[in-house]
Structures are given as structure tokens and as C-alpha cells.
């Protein structure tokens, strides 16, 4: 289960430093615990993340932020709004869809994250301001 190429886990870290600028936290735990399943993790990621997709990069961080916040990975949303913004997503779009996220979740997903979440949008838009 550990065993996995030079190679192909060279390929793997290269996939998070093109689409988050590095790794995660939780994600640099997994390479150094489970590398094999980061590799496989990240053959599927790859896939998902790929450049002929017909989704736009930042609605598909979009779409990352929305599960992470379903699920309660607040952390991992936090880190998709970022790049998400980078890549052009609007603070209108955000809201709407963090909106669309309180009336099928519950206003309580707004408590759990999506406030946090709006907050962090606001401050990377402000540094990249200054």
C-alpha cells in the first residue's frame, strides 16, 4: 500500500502545487502516512481538475467550497475560496450560491462556515487591492 514511483509521486505533488500552490495541511500528512493512496487520491483529483473540462477552474473551486461546506471541511472550503477568487469568481457568485447553500442546508450552515467563508473572500479581495 506504501509503495508508489518516484514518478509518479513526483506527478502528484506537482498537480496540487498547479491548482492550490502547494499542499495542504492534511493533504501533506496523507503523503507521508499513505503515499500511495495520496497518489491514487490525486490520479482522481487530475482528472477532475482537467484543462479540456467544460467548467470554468472557478466554478469548480465553486463547487469544491459548496461540498467542503456541506460536509463541515471547513478548512478545505477556506482554501478552495481562495484560489476560487484568484480565478475570477465574483463576490456576487459566492453569495448567491453561499445563499442557494443556506436554503437547502439550513441556516445553521451559515453559523458552521459560510460566514467564515464569505469573510475570507472579502479579505483576499481587499489584499488584493493594496
Do not use: C
Request: glycine share 8%; hydrophobic share 45%; aromatic share 4%.
Amino acid at each position: 500500500m506504501d509503495k508508489v514511483s518516484e514518478e509518479d509521486l513526483s506527478a502528484a505533488l506537482k498537480h496540487y502545487e498547479n491548482t492550490l500552490g502547494g499542499l495542504p495541511e492534511v493533504i501533506k500528512l496523507m503523503v507521508s502516512q499513505m503515499p500511495a493512496v495520496f497518489e491514487g487520491y490525486s490520479r482522481m483529483r487530475s482528472a477532475v481538475m482537467a484543462g479540456d473540462s467544460q467548467i470554468p477552474r472557478h466554478y469548480k473551486e465553486l463547487i469544491f467550497i459548496l461540498l467542503d461546506l456541506a460536509t463541515g471541511s471547513v478548512d478545505g472550503a477556506l482554501i478552495h475560496t481562495s484560489v476560487a477568487m484568484s480565478k475570477g469568481l465574483s463576490i456576487r457568485e459566492l453569495t448567491e450560491a453561499l445563499a442557494q447553500a443556506v436554503l437547502v442546508l439550513g441556516i445553521s450552515v451559515w453559523d458552521r462556515g459560510g460566514a467564515e467563508i464569505l469573510n475570507h473572500a472579502l479579505q483576499h479581495i481587499a489584499k488584493e487591492e493594496t
